[in-house]
């Protein structure tokens, strides 16, 4: 039956924008930012044209992320113009107020900024967008799944029980909207000692290869708990592009995200 005759809104498609991946996490701090930011240089560097759009409002990552900062430009049909950096379209809240200031809108202010980050950004021909989401499975998660075309989505979590709590909300909510789950990202996997090669699991040990066997999903791949990947993400240049010994976990991800979809 047709989502219309169901009272439910019609999924658009994002203009100029192939596929639409969303990357989520029932919880915060899990990671799931810096795996959306270097999942996308993962997967331009496969050759794909790619943007990554922030859809946190409140706690946009992205502009630090990506090492961007600025307004955008607005085209002469009042759509915003992506700030690119890396080869990779951006667009962010974070681009649209300063860092200083807390966004404390409500209801209908919310919603009419996510209309215009999802549909009055001028995206240049895109093979995939990669969506970074917001914690949680509240309504900025209902309101993309429910208007947006969305080809998949990826699960972030740790090995950590309390984290994989969330990321079951995660994923019945993506089997209650009928968006296809791709797989799901262990991050924080695993602290490898620089100094004598020890192998320590912090947050337990393959709690998400555990929880994927359940829902029957495929873990895309564990992301190890690495010093180098803080760190570079806090100057804006993400492991992918910068570091040869940690940009395989994510072009491997990638890889596999990518022959889902093409």
Request: glycine share 8%; aromatic share 4%; proline share 6%.
């Amino acid at each position: 039956m047709p989502r219309m005759s169901k009272g439910l809104p019609i999924r658009q498609k994002i203009p100029n924008v192939e596929k639409v991946i969303l990357v989520s996490s029932g919880k915060g701090g899990v990671g799931k930012s810096t795996v959306s930011t270097n999942l996308a240089l993962s997967l331009r560097n496969l050759g794909l044209k790619t943007g990554l759009l922030d859809a946190d409002l409140f706690g946009p990552s992205i502009p630090k992320l990506m090492n961007l900062a600025g307004e955008p430009r607005i085209t002469e049909t009042g759509k915003l113009i992506p700030l690119v950096n890396y080869g990779i379209q951006t667009m962010s809240m974070g681009y649209l107020i300063s860092e200083e200031n807390a966004v404390v809108w409500r209801g209908l202010m919310v919603m009419k900024a996510l209309q215009q980050l999802l549909f009055e950004v001028q995206w240049e021909d895109l093979d995939i967008l990669v969506i970074d989401m917001p914690p949680g499975t509240g309504d900025t998660q209902l309101t993309i799944s429910q208007q947006v075309k969305v080809d998949g989505s990826v699960i972030v979590s740790t090995p950590q029980d309390i984290a994989l709590l969330d990321a079951v909300k995660g994923i019945t909510m993506f089997n209650k909207v009928n968006i296809p789950i791709l797989g799901l990202v262990q991050n924080m996997s695993f602290f490898l000692c620089p100094n004598c090669n020890h192998e320590s699991h912090v947050f337990g040990t393959d709690g998400v290869l555990r929880e994927a066997s359940k829902h029957n999903l495929e873990v895309l791949g564990s992301i190890p708990l690495n010093e180098k990947i803080c760190t570079q993400s806090d100057i804006g240049k993400p492991v992918a592009i910068s570091d040869p010994q940690l940009a395989p976990f994510y072009a491997s991800i990638a890889e596999k995200v990518r022959a889902k979809l093409f």
